[in-house]
């Protein structure tokens, strides 16, 4: 049984296209308009997918040139996006998730980054236990737990087999803040529970940068507007 060639299958099927196993590969190329020009790093490997962007260090190498490099400079190993170019395919084994991540400590005396997880990537607690990603509360059928209606529901933190090595390979330069959010619910009221996170941080006086993942990323935009 090939898992891996399965879900190659299955997304093309879905998609038709190519993709990263959630999203189609050439939405990635858009979003809001630049006035300068846009760039763009591509990286295609066994251990790439719209789950595991940061576990590998060339990506990893690659968002820390993007934060260091000013606007309009052109970024070590990006290229400039041309009019109607199209993505190539990212497509991987899904592996199972889990285990926490978690930083909130700022120094004051190093520039500070936010990473913002994707569409449930962050863990969530039903009275302080946990229910995604615990796989045993699954198999008991406790994930009603966290149906949409109900309350006393916390985001701890990230997942970690997605975002621990991108947050250890950013500590070394950045003080570097999670901020794991309750996806279920819509963004606006998260917005303003971001910008009093902001808020907080610009008393530091230290540049912050922000990463945001997936629905991390439209999270930020809601914030912006």
Known sequence: FNLKALLIIASRLFFTKNNDLVVNTAAMYRGAQREGQVQYFFNEASDVDHFHYFKNSITQQAILNALKTAENIAIPDFQLLQKGAAGLDRNAVLKLEGGQVFSNTVTGTKPIVIVLPGIMGSNLSYNDKLVWINYLRFLAGEM????????????????????????????????????????????????KLFKDKIEELLTYKQPIKIIGHSMGGVLVRDFMI
């Open 144 to 191: 009603q737990k966290i149906d949409i209606k109900s309350t006393n529901i916390d985001a701890p933190s990230l997942i970690k087999t997605s975002y621990d090595k991108l947050v250890k390979y950013l500590q070394q330069s950045y003080d570097v803040v999670t901020f794991a959010f309750d996806w279920r619910i819509q963004l606006n009221s998260t917005a």
